[in-house]
């Protein structure tokens, strides 16, 4: 079992940065593959990015590659994602999730994948 507290969320303006940070109680994080995913209302949840145990192997979402960078500390059972020049569209609730299979045994960007979430994290950016 792990449990998973994500932080950072909160409102600014388009072209700023947040960063998010995902805390994981339990078992060591660093047993899991974890990825991010965020949600807006009405919309269906979508996969944000994702990060292999070691963290070498990271995948990205066509519609945030190049502005966000997924990463991970083991050492303090936290995974980040750090979120720069943010867009309107960037809106949503952004969950942290766990997963126990290998990186290459299902693709990482189903949300089917992941055992653990956290609670959601509310990022809003304004025009």
């Known amino acids: 079992q792990v449990q998973l507290v994500e932080s950072g969320g909160g409102l600014v303006q388009a072209g700023g940065s947040l960063r998010l940070a995902c805390a994981a109680s339990?078992?060591?994080?660093?047993?899991?593959?974890m990825g991010w995913f965020r949600q807006a209302p009405g919309k269906e949840r979508d996969f944000v990015a994702a990060?292999?145990?070691?963290?070498?192997?990271?995948l990205y979402a066509d519609s945030v590659k190049g502005r966000f960078t997924i990463s991970r500390d083991n050492a303090k059972n936290t995974v980040y994602l750090q979120m720069n020049s943010l867009k309107p569209e960037d809106t949503a609730a952004y969950y942290c999730?766990?997963?126990?299979?290998?990186?290459?045994?299902?693709?990482?960007?189903?949300?089917?994948?992941?055992?653990?979430w956290g609670q959601g994290t509310q990022v809003t950016v304004s025009s």
């Open positions: 999730a766990a997963g126990k299979l290998p990186w290459t045994a299902q693709p990482v960007g189903q949300s089917e994948r992941y055992d653990y």
């Open positions: 990060i292999s145990r070691s963290g070498i192997s990271t």
């Open positions: 339990g078992r060591t994080s660093s047993s899991y593959i």
